[in-house]
Each structure stands twice: as C-alpha cells, then as structure tokens.
C-alpha cells in the first residue's frame, strides 16, 4: 500500500497521532531493523499520546484559567510559603482524598499565581478544573436565580473534579449571593475539590 494510501485511511480513522508520527517511526524501524509488533506498538503509543495531548489542551481550555502560570515560574525564595507543600498539591493527590486547598494571603503574595500552577498540573494528570473568580461566580448564580435556573450550574460542577474560588473576600457582594454560593459549595462537598484564594483569616 502506498504511503498516501496509509495516510488518507489514517485521516478517515482520525488516527491523527499516527500520522504525524509514522514517518519517523518507520524510518527509525528500518534503520533499526524493528520487529513489526514493535513498529505497531510504536504507533499505537505514539497515537496515545496526541490524544492525550489533545484533551489536556481542551480541558485546560475550558477550564477558563485567566493566565499560564506554573510552579516554575514562582518565587519561593523570600517568601514563607512551603515548597515542599505547594508541589505535594501540584500532584493532585487531595482530589483523590476528596480534600480542600485554601491559600490565604494579601494582595500580591502569589495565591492566585499557585492556584492557577496546581490547577494546570492537575489537569495534566488527567483531572478536570473550573477557575472562577468569586465576585463572577456570583454575579452568574444570581442571574441563574432570576432566570429561574436555579442549580444548573452546580449540578455541572459536581462533574468536575475540583474549582477554583480566586479572591474570595476582596469585593463585597450581597447577602443573597453569598447565600447562593455557600448552598454551591456544600453541592460541591465530597463531589469534587475546591481551590480558594483570599485575603481573610480563617476567622472572618
């Protein structure tokens, strides 16, 4: 079969993994006098990992996360933030414990820029995410409210995996909205994590 031939059936099966990497692989097969249950391996992994690829770029998509920050990208030194902490959130390990993560700090410490970097490296391993800033968050479940919606948008949150709550505390809102996101939250209790950041002590 030619080559075209192998490409256009590819393309019809959306074996786009496989295409993109089947020049090198075949090449690499014949220098290297492969096996063909080695080259066939070798594109099955190969369209494994664009379709992995793939979703982890949609699920950081609709994720909705404002900027790309990573852990890398922080400044550790100078700071009491916990390192060693910061990078065990990194691995998602409290979505799998079904465990919450506040950041609390002032403005210009790093909570949003560390709730984005866990968030991001989350997703990468697989998990689905939402960021809200909180006043947002709000403004949208009282417009649900009104519209007589009520629920919808806490009944799509119970299907992800954890949220992000960014600056809760920095904008006042009405006691009807922090009504309405308190009732969210005890939705979202033991469904799916939540990520906060704000500028209140726990006692506030």
């Known amino acids: ?5 192998i490409f256009d059936l590819m393309g019809e099966l ?3 993994g496989m295409k993109a990497a089947f020049d090198e692989i075949m090449a690499t097969a014949v220098k290297r006098q492969h096996e063909p249950q080695r080259i ?5 992994n190969a369209e494994i990992n664009e379709k992995q690829a793939r979703s982890i770029k949609y699920q950081l ?3 909705k996360l404002p900027l790309a920050k990573d852990i890398a990208d922080f400044q550790f030194d100078g700071t009491p933030i916990n390192q060693t902490l910061v990078n065990d959130l990194a691995g998602g390990g409290f979505i799998a414990q079904q465990r919450n993560v506040v950041l609390v700090g002032g403005t210009g410490t790093g909570k949003t820029h560390l709730a984005i970097a866990i968030a991001r490296s989350c997703i990468r391993s697989g998990a689905r995410g939402r960021f809200y800033n909180v006043v947002d968050l709000v403004n949208r479940l009282e417009t649900e409210t009104r519209n007589g919606r009520q629920g919808r948008l806490a009944e799509h949150l119970t299907r992800m995996d954890f949220i992000v709550l960014d600056e809760l505390g920095y904008l006042p809102f009405a006691q009807s909205g922090g009504q309405l996101l308190f009732h969210l939250v005890s939705r979202l209790y033991e469904r799916a994590s939540v990520i906060v950041t704000t500028n209140l002590a726990f006692g506030e």
């Open 14 to 16: 959306k074996l786009y």
């Open 1 to 5: 079969m030619e080559r075209t031939q």
């Open 61 to 63: 998509t609709i994720a």
């Open 40 to 44: 066939v391996g070798d594109l099955l």
